[in-house]
């Protein structure tokens, strides 16, 4: 498994205009200024059992 499908493994669990990343990625940002939401374990390619993904909130106005 690369680190390629790896991403795009994470990637397929979110909806459009979402953007997920794991628990590596959002502990990598600490020290920016992003916010990050919990969205739960997912079954990623290539990980044995679930792994937290997080939604990085990104948009300043709601969607609607």
Known sequence: DT???T???????????EIFVSD??????KSKRY????????QITG???AIDLYEVL???EPVS
């Open 47 to 49: 990980f044995q059992g």
């Open 24 to 29: 590596v990625v959002r502990g990598a940002c």
């Open 3 to 5: 680190m390629a499908q």
């Open 7 to 17: 991403c795009e493994s994470i990637a397929s669990k979110a909806a459009f205009n």
């Open 35 to 42: 916010t990050f939401a919990r969205k739960g374990a997912h």
């Open 58 to 60: 990104w948009r300043t």
